[in-house]
């Protein structure tokens, strides 16, 4: 737990703003490498959903989800954006890192 915590912690003013004007989807391309340096799992996809602030979906499968939620929980700028609505963020097979208002 928090492997990769510091990568997500050091993205987090990237994603303020990419919540901040999701009214069409952001995206932010990481590199496949930043996260092999740090783990070897076949997959570092993953979907958080939120509904108010609140996750609505199961993180426990995955780490790079949980450790993300945590850090996104622990920033008050980003939990008062996301208690305006429904947002999902998600990473896909690309490394690519996509942030949605619904």
Same mark, same amino acid.
């Given at each position: 737990?928090?492997?990769?915590?510091?990568?997500? *912690?050091?993205?987090?003013?990237?994603?303020? *703003?990419?919540? @901040?004007?999701?009214?069409?989807?952001?995206?932010?391309?990481?590199?496949? *490498?930043? &996260?092999?340096?740090?783990? /070897? *799992?076949?997959?570092?996809?993953?979907?958080?959903?939120?509904?108010?602030?609140?996750? $609505?979906? /199961?993180?426990?499968? =995955?780490?790079?989800?949980?450790?993300? /939620?945590? @850090? $996104?929980?622990? #920033?008050?700028? !980003?939990?008062? $954006?996301?208690?305006?609505? #429904? &947002?999902? $963020?998600?990473? #896909?097979? =690309? &490394? !690519? &890192?996509?942030?949605?208002?619904?």
């Amino acid at each position: 737990m928090g492997k990769y915590s510091d990568l997500r *912690r050091e993205l987090l003013p990237e994603i303020k *703003r990419k919540l @901040e004007k999701c009214d069409i989807p952001q995206q932010i391309q990481l590199e496949r *490498r930043t &996260f092999d340096q740090l783990g /070897n *799992r076949q997959s570092y996809s993953f979907n958080i959903q939120y509904s108010v602030g609140q996750v $609505i979906n /199961n993180l426990g499968g =995955s780490a790079v989800a949980r450790d993300l /939620n945590g @850090e $996104i929980q622990s #920033d008050f700028g !980003i939990q008062a $954006i996301l208690k305006n609505g #429904d &947002f999902k $963020i998600n990473m #896909d097979s =690309s &490394f !690519i &890192f996509w942030i949605r208002k619904f």
